[in-house]
Nanobody
């Protein structure tokens, strides 16, 4: 079974940094895509980032470009989301997810969550002002 486990959330002040981790099991780490999404209370789910080894592409949502960085440690089967210069509007539950198909399911400038087939439990990030 494919399993994804996000961790690393917590409380941080405005301007601070956090690194989220997504531990992956159950599928090959040689050819994969892992995405990060977030959902704040009362708001719709938002695509944050995605990394694909199939076509060596990365995706970042407009609200996090220049502040967040996605990377991976293939030996550990972990995908990271480095979040810098955090803002109160980054407060949300963050989820990692994976598609069965190759590549990040990006359509134009967006990455719908419906393109993902596997989801992990979320980790809460709270940015205090």
């Amino acid at each position: 079974d494919v399993q994804l486990q996000a961790s690393g959330g917590g409380l941080v002040q405005v301007g601070g940094s956090l690194r989220l981790s997504c531990a992956v099991s159950g599928f090959s780490f040689d050819d994969y895509a892992i995405g990060w999404f977030r959902q704040a209370p009362g708001k719709e789910r938002e695509a944050v980032s995605c990394l694909s080894t199939t076509d060596a592409r990365t995706f970042y949502g407009d609200s996090v470009k220049g502040r967040f960085t996605i990377s991976s440690d293939n030996a550990k089967k972990v995908v990271y989301l480095q979040m810098d210069n955090l803002k109160p509007e980054d407060t949300a539950v963050y989820y990692c997810a994976a598609p069965e198909a190759a590549g990040c399911p990006v359509i134009g400038d967006v990455m719908p969550g419906e393109g993902m087939d596997y989801w992990g439990k979320g980790t809460l990030v709270t940015v205090s002002s």
